[in-house]
């Protein structure tokens, strides 16, 4: 799913391209997309795009007369920008298009889950549901940072990726932050001391920065094609197997539901392998507890 770094570059290049351009036309390719019926389509046709935001995983296309268009681009969404006469993604991927005069705004999605979505919103009062109240760590105070870190108990992976508590950060970027902490995910919110408070609000900010800038750069004047949640360059997230970019132990993982953990057991466990639970489950009281009993 693209987090803060994806969106933040999504919104430089969206802001180049339809701040100031009028929508001619909207497409709507699959009719799952959009979640809601006022204003409709038709109402948003002709108006005027007055700026882009972030909210949360969200992107906001703030329109003439208080009107907003909501894309929450899930696991598979994607943003592509074609030419008018440009040639468009695979027909089955496409979910809308929004034509401007500058190009075509393109909304994709891969597989089949249908889990994207469009909405498009009436007042600011409207656009308000949408927001999950994450703090937003970039602009947070460390005592801001603490007090929304430690208002719930639960593990530090869980609390970073929670759209309530922040805002912008989800399973790629909360095992990079956690990397760069040398903090265990599994370790309680309301365990973790000052310094250990200090020094993940920095890896936090940090991390976010870098990752920005990284792809801002990597974009350069182009729209971002290959958003990912997987980096060659990152630390330890989608490196299950793999060498620590650290400390060259092997990346270790946590799997549950769709998603996994990745960590580094020798950089932020002590050593303690954490019990993934399928496969800790099947080895029993052979599932080895220290890296070392695997290397």
């Avoid at 001619?24 to 006022?38: C, G, N």
């Avoid at 907003?68 to 298009?97: D, N, Q, Y």
């Avoid at 889990?115 to 498009?120: N, Q």
Wanted: charged share 30%; glycine share 8%.
């Amino acid at each position: 799913m693209p987090e803060l770094p994806d969106i933040t570059v999504y919104l430089e290049q969206l802001e180049r391209r339809i701040v100031g351009q009028r929508l001619e036309k909207l497409v709507i390719a699959k009719p799952f997309v959009l979640r809601t019926f006022d204003p409709p389509v038709s109402e948003l046709v002709g108006t005027v795009v007055r700026g882009v935001r972030r909210m949360g995983k969200r992107i906001v296309l703030e329109m003439d007369d208080e009107r907003f268009v909501v894309i929450h681009l899930m696991i598979a969404g994607r943003l592509k920008w074609r030419a008018v006469t440009g040639k468009l993604p695979p027909k089955g991927s496409i979910l809308a298009i929004f034509h401007f005069g500058t190009g075509l705004l393109v909304l994709t999605e891969a597989g089949t889950a249908r889990r994207a979505s469009l909405h498009l919103v009436r007042g600011a009062a409207g656009l308000r549901e949408f927001d999950r109240g994450g703090l937003e760590v970039l602009s947070a105070t460390l005592d801001e940072f603490s007090r929304r870190l430690t208002s719930e108990n639960d593990t530090l992976k869980r609390g970073l990726a929670d759209p309530r508590l922040f805002s912008g950060i989800g399973n790629a970027y909360s095992d990079e932050i956690l990397h760069r902490a040398r903090l265990s995910p599994v370790k309680l919110t309301r365990r973790i001391s000052a310094e250990e408070i200090a020094r993940l609000y920095e890896a936090t900010r940090a991390t976010l920065v870098e990752w920005t800038q990284r792809l801002r750069e990597e974009a350069g004047e182009n729209f971002p094609e290959k958003v990912t949640a997987f980096h060659d360059d990152m630390a330890v997230h989608g490196r299950f197997g793999e060498p620590c970019r650290v400390c060259e132990a092997t990346v270790q993982r946590i799997r549950y539901a769709s998603n996994e953990t990745n960590y580094c057991a020798r950089c932020q466990t002590g050593g303690r392998l954490l019990a993934d639970r399928a496969l800790s489950r099947l080895l029993g009281k052979d599932w080895p507890k220290s890296i070392d009993d695997i290397e």
